[in-house]
C-alpha cells in the first residue's frame, strides 16, 4: 500500500482514485488542474505522485521538488509527446494514461519497496577518462578503451558524465533524447536505483566478444545541475556491482565551484567531473601531442593529482605525428613531459585521421570501422598491459605457445 498524490486530469482522476483505494492505497493530496503541485506538496510526503506526463505539469522543477522530498513520481502518458517530454526529462516511470487499473497498481506497488545497489560492494573497476580542454580525444579514448575491454569478454558500462559537451550518443550512432546517465542519476537521488533498472536504461552496442552498456550524456549542456556530487557517487557505486569495467568519459574542468560562488548550497557545474574522477579506481588521463595541447595537460596535470591523491594515473598522448612535434615525435613528447611535468611511461597514440573520420562518419567505433587503426593498437595495448590483470592474459598466451608447439610437432 502507498499514500498517493495526484496531479491528473480529471477524468484520468476520478477514474483511478477509487479503484485505488480499492486496492488500499490511501489518497494523500488530490492537486487541481488550476493549483501548483509544487506548492501542494508543502508539507505534504507521499510515497508516489501520479501526474500527467505532458509538459505543462511535468516539468524539471516539478522532478526536482519531488526528489528533494523522497516522492516517486509515476507519469501518466496520454500521447506520444508526452512520453517524450518525459523521456527528456529522464523519467522512465511512464505508463499509458488509459491502462487497465492492474497496470498501474502493479506499477505503483513496484516502486514502493526498492532495493537501493550496495555502494559497499566494489567489484568492478572505474577508469575515469579525463584531460585538460581543447578536445585531445577524451571521447574517442574512452569508447576505444571501452570496447577494447568489451570484446576481451568483460561486461563493460560506457559512461558519458560530461557536464559541458557530451558526446557519446552522437559518435556512437545513439539517439540521446533520453540520456541514461541522467535517468541514473535522478534513480539514485531516489533510492530506486537497482541492475535491473541500469539494465532498462542503458542503450546496448554491439562489440565482436561482448556488448557494451553504454549510458548516454545529457544532449542539452543546461541540464548540467541534474548530475550532482552525491548522485554521480551513488550511481557509479550501482555501476560497480552492474559491470566489471566502468570507463567514464567525463569533463574538463577540475576547477572547485565553491571558489566562484558565494552560495554554498547552489549546484555545481564540475561536480559531475570531481565526482568521477574522485570515485575511480585508475585514471587515464588524455593530452593532445601538439605543444598547445600539452602546455594545456601540463598546468592541469598538477590540479589532477591534486583531486585523485594517490589514485594511479596513466598518461595518454594522443595524435602523436611528426607534423606539430617534428622528427622523433615519440621522443620529443615522452621528453617534453618527464622535463616539465616529471611524467614518465606515457602512452603514445599515433593519429589516425583517415579512420577516426571515418568512424565519425558511420556512427561506429574505431574498433568497427578501421580495425587496424594504429591509435585503436596503442589503446588496445594500453587495455591489455597496464589494466586488464595479468592473470587473464597469461593464460592465453600459454595456451598460444602449446598451440605453436603442437603445430610444429604436427607437421614436423
Sequence with gaps: MADLAFALDRDDEDRLVSALVERGHRV???????????????????????????????????????????????????????????????????????????????AIRGGVQVEVASAIDKNGTVLAVWGPAGAPGRTTV??????????????????????????????LGMLDEAPGFAAACRLAGQDGLTTAELERIRQPYPVH???????????????????????????????????DYVVIDTGFSLENDEEISSDLFAPRRNAATLAAVRSADRIVAVAAADPIGLARYLRAYPDLVEVTEDRPITTVVNKVRAGVA?????????????????????????????????????????????????ALAAIARLARDRILPAAVIAPRRRALRRSRILASVSTG
Excluded: K, M
Excluded at 616529471?342 to 570501422?369: E, F, K, S, W, Y
Design 209 to 243: 566478444g561482448g556488448t557494451l552498456n553504454v549510458l548516454t550524456g545529457i544532449p542539452r549542456a543546461a541540464r548540467w545541475p541534474e548530475l550532482s556530487t552525491e548522485r554521480v557517487s551513488r550511481t557509479i557505486a550501482a555501476c560497480r556491482d552492474w559491470a
Design 28 to 106: 494523500d493530496a488530490r492537486i487541481g488542474r488550476l493549483t501548483d503541485p509544487i506548492a501542494a506538496l508543502d508539507g505534504r510526503r507521499p510515497d508516489v505522485l501520479l501526474v500527467s506526463a505532458d509538459a505543462e505539469r511535468l516539468t524539471p522543477s516539478l522532478l526536482t521538488a519531488c526528489d528533494r522530498r523522497g516522492i516517486r513520481v509515476l507519469a501518466l502518458a496520454s500521447d506520444g509527446a508526452g512520453r517524450r517530454n518525459a523521456a527528456a526529462l529522464g523519467l522512465y516511470d511512464v505508463v499509458d494514461a488509459d491502462a487497465a487499473i492492474e497496470v498501474i497498481d502493479a
Design 326 to 374: 617534428g622528427l622523433n615525435p615519440n621522443g620529443q613528447v615522452r621528453a617534453t613531459l618527464q622535463r616539465f611535468g616529471g611524467i614518465g611511461d606515457p602512452v603514445l597514440v599515433p593519429a589516425d585521421d583517415r579512420g577516426t573520420d571515418a568512424a565519425l562518419l558511420a556512427g561506429r567505433a574505431l574498433r568497427d570501422v578501421s580495425p587496424r587503426s594504429p
Design 142 to 171: 574512452a569508447i576505444c578503451l571501452a570496447t577494447e575491454l568489451a570484446a576481451a569478454g568483460h561486461a563493460v558500462a560506457l559512461v558519458d558524465a560530461d557536464t559541458h559537451s557530451a558526446s557519446i550518443a552522437p559518435i
